[in-house]
């Protein structure tokens, strides 16, 4: 069965803080991405990983970065939250091709204070 | 504006009644994705479609791809309380990786 997990479900921070939300995929997909889902305006891609150590941004890179240090872990790092980055982050991953569906974890939903 | 349109926004039928929701892009899309999505949780994938004209079935779900590529519709049939969630469409329209989601249609289904 198919499986990413996300490292929380839930996560308070304050403004400032250094944020790492974690995403491991045990299908041995090439490609893992990172969106945010915001009311009214849907999901948005931050950043995507199309292998390891290899990132491309997406609409909405700013204020976020990413590393991929092994195939199956994929990390997004808030390096100094801000209220406007409260929102629900959704990671997923991809086979090889550019057509293959995307299989989602459960979601980190982040408040910053 | 949004690229890919959802309609309706929201939905409440009852038990039993079929429905449909649309998703409509003014591109042509290599890839057309169906996904549900539970209240404050990830989306589950339920379909693809690829090919103009394209249908398929899982359960009371049917999806289908128009010929142009460029708007599909998710119909079910005897609606359950079981369906009830937040249905989005995601698309590829570039021939990449990137995909674009619609707001999605909240379904609800009173017992």
């Known amino acids: 069965d198919v499986k990413v997990t996300q490292s929380s479900r839930y996560l308070v921070k304050r403004t400032g803080e250094k944020v790492f939300l974690e995403c491991v995929q045990d299908m041995d997909h090439e490609n893992m991405f990172w969106y945010r889902q915001d009311p009214g305006l849907g999901l948005r891609l931050i950043y995507f990983s199309y292998d390891v150590k290899m990132k491309e941004k997406g609409d909405i890179p700013e204020g976020y970065s990413v590393s991929r240090e092994k195939k199956e872990r994929f990390s997004l790092i808030l390096e100094s939250a801000s209220t406007n980055q409260t929102s629900m982050y959704l990671c997923?991953?991809?086979?090889?091709?550019?057509?293959?569906?995307?299989?989602f974890g459960p979601g980190t939903r982040l408040t910053v204070t | 504006s949004q690229e890919l349109e959802q309609s309706p926004q929201s939905l409440i039928v009852q038990e039993g009644k079929n429905l449909t929701i649309n998703c409509t892009s003014s591109k042509t899309l290599y890839g057309l994705y169906w996904y549900k999505q539970k209240y404050g949780e990830g989306l589950i994938f339920l379909m693809m479609?690829?090919?103009?004209?394209e249908e398929k079935s899982h359960e009371k779900i049917t999806a289908k791809l128009d010929e142009k590529k460029q708007q599909s519709s998710l119909h079910i049939t005897a609606s359950q309380p079981s369906h009830a969630g937040i249905y989005l469409c995601?698309?590829?329209?570039?021939?990449?990786?990137?995909?674009?989601f619609g707001t999605g249609t909240r379904l609800k289904v009173l017992a």
């Open positions: 479609l690829q090919k103009g004209g």
């Open positions: 995601g698309a590829d329209i570039t021939g990449t990786y990137k995909y674009i």
């Open positions: 997923a991953s991809s086979g090889g091709r550019p057509w293959d569906e995307q299989y």
